[in-house]
Nanobody
Framework: QVQLVESGGGLVPAGGSLRLSCAASGIILGANDMNWYRQAPGNQRELVAAITRGGSTHYADSVKGRFTISRDNAKNTVYLQMNSLKPEDTAVYYC???????????WGQGTQVTVSS
């Protein structure tokens, strides 16, 4: 059974930093593509950052230069380092795994990030 568990969210002032973690169980995280999405109230869920099983990364324009996605295969965990946070970064952040063979998508439960102005 695949499980993704996010942690690291919280309340931070504008300009601050947070590091989100997504720990996987039941699957080898490094063998699959991983994404971080976020959803603010009233908005659609949007892709924030992605890392392929080969290690290539992709970022939404709104977070380029501020957010970094990384992966620790030994810990079976993916991270999202968020710096220079802005109030518009406030959202629930979800990690997402796309299975390399089946293309099935798995989601974590989400972690709230709130940036105060």
């Amino acid at each position: 059974q695949v499980q993704l568990v996010e942690s690291g969210g919280g309340l931070v002032p504008a300009g601050g930093s947070l590091r989100l973690s997504c720990a996987a169980s039941g699957i080898i995280l490094g063998a699959n593509d991983m994404n971080w999405y976020r959803q603010a109230p009233g908005n659609q869920r949007e892709l924030v950052a992605a890392i392929t099983r080969g290690g290539s990364t992709h970022y939404a324009d709104s977070v380029k230069g501020r957010f970094t996605i990384s992966r620790d295969n030994a810990k079976n965990t993916v991270y999202l380092q968020m710096n220079s946070l802005k109030p518009e970064d406030t959202a629930v952040y979800y990690c997402n795994l796309i299975h390399v063979f089946s293309s099935s998508r798995y989601w974590g439960q989400g972690t709230q990030v709130t940036v105060s102005s």
